[in-house]
């Protein structure tokens, strides 16, 4: 499939005062049916607080609105044959994540934009959808781990981390389940702006930041404590 190139934020509009001028990062966030609400809505929250830094765009592969797990639709601004180029990739998890991994257009888009991507991040079970598009070989990771038995099972070629709230391993950040990607989000944030931002955003939207990404107590519940 191909993927054609488009205007990013790192496009230069205009050349004058082009010195001076501070361009937002792109955060591209694919949907599919039944993704997660909370897997984008949450770290959309704390990009949204930065308007200044993040431009947030919604991605399907086809169709104007994409329903959620939980059943609200979300109406997207872009399908994969028109996408910009991002500097954020966002990718969720949900239900739906089970049947995208024999996506093929979906895996390839993935592909695309990893490879251009500042930075990619998944929630939950969105990293089984990397893990079965080769993006993560070689790479640790983390996902939900009460689905964790089948997201690790989309491919042996992962370092797969049985107990973190998210794993950064260079450009790539993965969360475990749900609300970890806020956490994780948190994380990103204080990467790219510093710490002091990252807590006003926690703040901000009154969340406290779970900010030790060894802090999994999902892990023990569901026994797989590494201690």
């Given at each position: ?29 694919v949907l599919f049916h039944e993704f997660e609400l909370l897997d984008v809505f949450g770290p959309l929250e704390m990009y949204g607080m930065l308007p200044d830094e993040f431009t947030i765009s919604l991605v399907a592969e086809k169709g104007a609105q994409v329903a959620s797990r939980q059943g609200p639709v979300s109406v997207v601004d872009y399908v994969f044959e028109d ?145």
């Amino acid at each position: 499939m191909k993927f054609l190139p488009a205007v990013t934020s790192a496009t230069i509009v205009s050349q004058k005062g082009i010195d001076d001028m501070k361009l937002a990062r792109s955060v591209g966030v694919v949907l599919f049916h039944e993704f997660e609400l909370l897997d984008v809505f949450g770290p959309l929250e704390m990009y949204g607080m930065l308007p200044d830094e993040f431009t947030i765009s919604l991605v399907a592969e086809k169709g104007a609105q994409v329903a959620s797990r939980q059943g609200p639709v979300s109406v997207v601004d872009y399908v994969f044959e028109d996408s910009p180029e991002f500097d954020v990739l966002l990718v969720p998890g949900g239900r739906g994540a089970r049947t995208e991994v024999d996506n093929e257009s979906l895996l390839a888009w993935l592909r695309f934009q990893s490879e251009k991507a500042e930075y990619v991040t998944s929630v939950c079970t969105g990293s089984a959808l990397l893990a079965r598009a080769g993006i993560l070989d070689g790479l640790q990771a983390t996902t939900n781990k009460r689905a964790y038995a089948w997201a690790t099972s989309q491919s042996e070629k992962v370092n797969w981390k049985r107990e973190a709230r998210w794993v950064e391993d260079g450009k790539f950040f993965t969360s475990s389940g749900v609300s970890a990607g806020m956490d994780m989000t948190l994380a990103l944030l204080e990467k790219l702006l510093g710490r002091k931002v990252a807590e006003e955003v926690a703040v901000g939207a009154e969340y406290e930041w779970h900010n030790d990404p060894g802090w999994d107590p999902f892990a023990k519940l569901y026994g797989f404590d590494e201690k």
